[in-house]
């Protein structure tokens, strides 16, 4: 079973960037779109970007369109999210999983926590 570990969460100020990294055990990391997700509290978990397996094509929530980027290093196992221009309402627990053959994303990491402060 995949194993995912999310890092690189914090407290940043309003405006400020962080870039979170999510490695992946296993050989097969290189064949699945891997995406991010975010749960704020009292909310529902909620889609902010997806990559597909070779990178070369990316989708985001219209929320984070244009201050945040997905890319991946199938190499190192890894898929990044770099943010940029945080507001306080991206606040949440951010999730990558891995989507399968049939579109479900079927493994989740622990969540890292971010924090922007107003």
């Known amino acids: 079973q995949v194993q995912l570990v999310e890092s690189g969460g914090g407290l940043v100020q309003a405006g400020g960037s962080l870039r979170l990294s999510c490695a992946a055990s296993?050989?097969?990391?290189?064949?699945?779109?891997m995406g991010w997700f975010r749960q704020a509290p009292g909310k529902e978990r909620e889609f902010v970007s997806s990559?597909?397996?070779?990178?070369?094509?990316?989708a985001y929530a219209s929320s984070v369109k244009g201050r945040f980027t997905i890319s991946r290093d199938n190499a190192k196992n890894t898929v990044y999210l770099q943010m940029n221009s945080l507001k306080p309402e991206d606040t949440a627990v951010y999730y990558c999983?891995?989507?399968?053959?049939?579109?479900?994303?079927?493994?989740w990491g622990q969540g890292t926590q971010v924090t922007v402060s107003s």
């Open positions: 296993g050989r097969t990391f290189s064949t699945y779109v």
């Open positions: 990559i597909s397996s070779s990178g070369g094509s990316t």
């Open positions: 999983a891995r989507r399968n053959q049939i579109g479900q994303y079927d493994a």
